[in-house]
């Protein structure tokens, strides 16, 4: 009995309903949830006497609902119609099935059956199934006011509709409160996911994931946080990457019937689904963003390319603007020697020729007219005067003899050729100190004439001869330090003043001091050797050449001032 007022409660719980259809679908879900069976109302087919149409139910076999069902398939349909005044009980094999007709007036116009469950609960489903059919007479009009033509296109009309609905890719259909598939399409059977009749009155999750036995499930969870927002709202929707199916899922909740409870208060009854398999598109999607991404990448690194392109590009024109300025100064700096060695060959004829003119010149003009005078004083026979005469003709010519050695020391010193260049450079800085006795000279050598070869012995002797002349000149230094030594196979000279420097930056290229520098550079690098000149103003002066011992051809030195 308390089944049966159950029943009656959620019935009319269900609100008012303005046709049959209404308070049937009503009634037979009711019946569906309360015995979780197969609530079905049928009609039978005016145009075809020997069939009936499912008009609506719960949980309804797919064969059912597609067009007429022959009534030899249904007997206990014929059955009931045939004795509208009393409820049938039989069975079709295994399956207990209770039926009863719905009157209006003495005609049997429909009849509803429950099919399913056991014996031992056959008496709770056959007064459900009465209580049913009597509440949905007192809603049936009589035959006289009942339009059969509107009831049949209804009729025809639901089914289209259900047609209609099967042809679908989606899966779509309808839910209980309890998560419960009252309806389906029959996208199921295409989507590998059982029949139709199999689904009915399965979990929403268990039936998208039969073979599912996580605990933690994604699709499980998020379907229960759709359901918590049916009701508040009237519809919800989620998507899913369902890693059980290989598919992407699109999930969309809809309420569609609302019942009222004793206070008034209203909640959904059914909602209908639609689960969208959506994986091309997100594929598609995925893939567009991985080509986007490498396009980017692409273009990233092209753009990274370019740009060290265009840096490479840069330093190199950096690299032949500085070689261009660099061949403009050696430019500058051979015309620059050029000139000064030809000022430098004048001036040295010049100082040549005054020197013969002065000394030699006038020497030998003496002599001539000595020995002129002692020719004279012979013809006169003059005898001892003659030789007195003679005897000064020659001593100036001793005096003609020295001078001329003198010119020829300074052309070439003959200590190189026969002390040897560093004996040649002692001698020379000697007589320098002699001349410039408040210069303190201090030497540091370390090599023997042996260790230092011919082809560089004249340059180094001049190279050192052309800094001291420096010193002297300019540097009003009160100590030199002069310094020869073999390193790694290097000669190393280096003669360092503590005068008073000047600024390597400022110094003009055309001036004396600079062409010194550069002449000082030539005569080095032409002999395969490199000049290092380290000054401030202030600090001093430190001139470094350096001869490989082995490679006297080298010709790759350059002069760096710093």
Same mark, same amino acid.
């Given at each position: 009995?308390r089944?049966?007022?159950?029943l =009656?409660?959620?019935?009319?719980?269900?609100?008012?309903?303005?046709?049959?259809?209404?308070s049937?679908?009503?009634?037979?879900?009711?019946?569906?949830?309360?015995?979780?069976?197969?609530?079905?109302?049928?009609?039978?087919?005016?145009?075809?006497?020997?069939?009936?149409?499912?008009?609506?139910?719960?949980?309804?076999?797919?064969?059912?609902?597609?067009?007429g069902?022959?009534?030899?398939?249904?007997?206990?349909?014929g059955?009931?119609?045939?004795?509208?005044? #009393?409820?049938?009980?039989?069975?079709? !094999?295994?399956?207990?099935?209770?039926?009863?007709?719905v009157?209006?007036g003495?005609e049997?116009?429909?009849?509803?059956?429950?099919?399913g469950?056991?014996?031992?609960?056959?008496?709770?489903?056959?007064?459900?199934?009465?209580?049913?059919?009597?509440?949905?007479?007192?809603?049936?009009?009589?035959?006289?006011?009942?339009?059969?033509?509107?009831?049949?296109?209804?009729?025809?009309?639901?089914?289209?509709?259900?047609?209609?609905?099967?042809?679908?890719?989606?899966?779509?259909?309808?839910?209980?409160?309890?998560?419960?598939?009252?309806? =389906?399409?029959?996208?199921?059977?295409?989507?590998?996911l059982?029949?139709?009749?199999?689904?009915?009155?399965?979990?929403?999750h268990?039936?998208?994931?039969?073979?599912?036995?996580?605990?933690?499930?994604?699709?499980d969870?998020?379907?229960?946080?759709?359901?918590?927002?049916?009701?508040?709202?009237?519809?919800?929707?989620?998507?899913?990457?369902?890693a059980?199916?290989?598919?992407?899922?699109?999930?969309?909740?809809?309420?569609?019937?609302?019942?009222?409870?004793?206070?008034?208060?209203?909640?959904?009854?059914?909602?209908?689904?639609?689960?969208?398999?959506?994986?091309?598109?997100?594929?598609?999607?995925?893939?567009?963003?991985?080509?986007?991404?490498?396009?980017?990448?692409?273009?990233?690194?092209?753009?990274?390319?370019?740009?060290?392109?265009?840096?490479?590009?840069?330093?190199?024109?950096?690299?032949?603007?500085?070689?261009?300025?660099?061949? #403009?100064?050696?430019?500058?700096?051979?015309?620059?020697?050029?000139?000064?060695?030809?000022?430098?060959?004048?001036?040295?004829?010049?100082?040549?020729?005054?020197?013969?003119?002065?000394?030699?010149?006038?020497?030998?003009?003496?002599?001539?007219?000595?020995?002129?005078?002692?020719?004279?004083?012979?013809?006169r026979?003059?005898?001892?005067?003659?030789?007195?005469?003679?005897?000064?003709?020659?001593?100036?010519?001793?005096?003609?003899?020295?001078?001329?050695?003198?010119?020829?020391?300074?052309?070439?010193?003959?200590?190189?050729?026969?002390?040897?260049?560093?004996?040649?450079?002692?001698?020379?800085?000697?007589?320098?100190? !002699?001349?410039?006795?408040?210069?303190?000279?201090?030497?540091?050598?370390?090599?023997?004439?042996?260790?230092?070869?011919?082809?560089?012995?004249?340059?180094?002797?001049?190279?050192?001869?052309?800094?001291?002349?420096?010193?002297?000149?300019?540097?009003?230094? #009160?100590?030199?330090?002069?310094?020869?030594?073999s390193?790694?196979?290097?000669?190393?000279?280096s003669?360092?003043?503590?005068?008073?420097?000047?600024?390597?930056?400022?110094?003009?290229?055309?001036?004396?001091?600079?062409?010194?520098?550069?002449?000082?550079?030539?005569?080095?690098?032409?002999?395969?050797?490199?000049?290092?000149?380290?000054?401030?103003?202030?600090?001093?002066?430190?001139?470094?050449?350096?001869?490989?011992?082995t490679?006297?051809?080298?010709?790759?030195?350059?002069?760096?001032?710093?």
């Amino acid at each position: 009995m308390r089944q049966i007022l159950d029943l =009656i409660a959620r019935i009319c719980a269900s609100g008012p309903r303005a046709s049959l259809r209404g308070s049937a679908e009503a009634a037979l879900a009711a019946m569906a949830t309360e015995f979780n069976l197969t609530a079905v109302l049928f009609e039978p087919d005016a145009a075809q006497l020997q069939t009936v149409r499912v008009t609506c139910g719960a949980n309804i076999p797919t064969d059912w609902q597609r067009g007429g069902v022959p009534l030899a398939n249904v007997p206990f349909v014929g059955q009931a119609l045939d004795a509208p005044e #009393r409820v049938i009980v039989t069975t079709m !094999g295994a399956v207990e099935i209770v039926c009863g007709a719905v009157s209006s007036g003495q005609e049997a116009r429909y009849s509803i059956a429950l099919i399913g469950g056991s014996q031992a609960d056959i008496g709770s489903r056959a007064d459900a199934v009465d209580v049913v059919r009597k509440m949905l007479a007192w809603t049936l009009p009589s035959a006289s006011s009942v339009d059969t033509g509107v009831f049949a296109a209804i009729v025809e009309a639901k089914h289209e509709w259900e047609n209609a609905a099967d042809v679908f890719p989606e899966l779509i259909g309808l839910i209980n409160r309890s998560r419960r598939v009252v309806r =389906i399409n029959r996208a199921i059977e295409r989507w590998s996911l059982g029949k139709v009749q199999d689904a009915i009155g399965l979990d929403l999750h268990e039936m998208l994931h039969p073979l599912c036995q996580s605990p933690r499930c994604d699709l499980d969870r998020l379907l229960e946080n759709a359901f918590r927002k049916l009701g508040p709202e009237p519809s919800a929707a989620f998507e899913v990457a369902d890693a059980v199916s290989g598919r992407d899922l699109l999930i969309v909740l809809n309420t569609t019937t609302q019942a009222f409870d004793a206070a008034g208060s209203s909640g959904w009854v059914n909602a209908a689904f639609v689960v969208s398999n959506v994986t091309a598109a997100r594929h598609a999607e995925r893939e567009l963003k991985s080509l986007n991404q490498a396009l980017e990448q692409r273009i990233a690194d092209r753009t990274e390319r370019i740009t060290e392109i265009n840096r490479t590009l840069m330093l190199e024109v950096g690299r032949r603007r500085a070689a261009q300025e660099l061949l #403009r100064d050696s430019k500058s700096e051979l015309e620059a020697l050029s000139l000064r060695l030809v000022t430098a060959q004048e001036e040295e004829r010049k100082r040549i020729s005054q020197d013969l003119h002065d000394s030699v010149g006038q020497e030998m003009s003496a002599v001539k007219y000595s020995l002129e005078r002692a020719t004279l004083l012979i013809q006169r026979n003059d005898t001892p005067q003659a030789i007195e005469v003679i005897k000064t003709a020659i001593v100036r010519t001793k005096e003609v003899i020295d001078e001329v050695r003198a010119i020829a020391m300074n052309l070439r010193p003959c200590a190189l050729d026969h002390l040897g260049v560093v004996s040649a450079i002692r001698s020379l800085y000697r007589r320098w100190s !002699g001349v410039y006795g408040s210069i303190a000279v201090t030497e540091d050598i370390n090599v023997t004439d042996q260790d230092i070869p011919n082809s560089i012995a004249t340059h180094l002797y001049r190279a050192v001869q052309e800094i001291l002349s420096n010193v002297a000149r300019h540097a009003q230094a #009160r100590r030199v330090l002069i310094s020869l030594r073999s390193e790694d196979g290097n000669l190393i000279v280096s003669i360092q003043d503590d005068g008073v420097g000047f600024q390597l930056d400022a110094c003009d290229s055309s001036g004396p001091s600079a062409l010194g520098l550069l002449g000082l550079r030539a005569r080095t690098e032409q002999s395969g050797g490199t000049c290092r000149v380290t000054t401030a103003p202030g600090k001093g002066t430190t001139v470094r050449l350096k001869w490989p011992l082995t490679l006297p051809d080298l010709r790759n030195a350059r002069l760096r001032l710093n």
